[in-house]
């Protein structure tokens, strides 16, 4: 069995719509390439900026490989194959007081986030973007169980994507 080294850090992000957004970046994948932790800052920020948040956040995103997703997405979801993306939104016990609401945590797969983008003829740069942005929606509540939701959702993954100046996912072009 192969042993992976987890990175872990702890990030202030500025964002103008919370007093902070806090990232606890994790890498337990040996796939390369990965994206960088300052890019995930910046989709995390992007994402969160279309959003009015008055308190400070938290939101921890894992990278990782197949097996760790596979497993998961087993557990959670009952498919027993690897996704590109999972998110498990926090709920907050009441009365404990903490310094800042905690979203939750995303679980992102580079490795088939790649496979995706070469099947789809994409940057896999961009599909990262789309998928840390897609993993905060989540997070935030939004989901695409029916049709209304999944148009919601779209919407807006679309406009944080523009912001990053990456075209529409969605389109057929």
Do not use: W
């Not at 987890?6 to 992000?13: H, L, Q, R, Y």
């Not at 920020?45 to 938290?58: C, D, I, R």
């Amino acid at each position: 069995m192969r042993t992976k080294k987890t990175a872990s850090t702890d990030t202030m992000i500025p964002n103008n719509t919370a007093s902070a957004v806090f990232l606890d970046f994790q890498c337990a994948t040996d796939f390369i390439p990965i994206p960088s932790e300052a890019e995930i800052e910046h989709y995390l920020k992007t994402a969160l900026s279309s959003f009015s948040h008055k308190e400070s956040v938290s939101v921890s995103i894992r990278l990782v490989d197949k097996a760790e997703i596979q497993a998961l997405n087993l557990a959670f979801r009952g498919k027993d194959k690897p996704t590109n993306v999972l998110s498990f939104p926090f709920e907050m016990p009441e009365g404990i007081p903490l310094p800042e609401k905690i979203l939750g945590d995303i679980l992102i797969c580079p490795a088939v986030l790649m496979e995706e983008a070469m099947d789809q003829k994409k940057s896999y740069d961009h599909h990262v973007a789309h998928m840390v942005i897609h993993g905060v929606l989540h997070l935030l509540g939004y989901d695409h169980i029916t049709d209304a939701e999944a148009e919601i959702m779209e919407s807006l993954e679309i406009a944080c994507l523009k912001q990053l100046n990456i075209q529409n996912p969605y389109s057929l072009d």
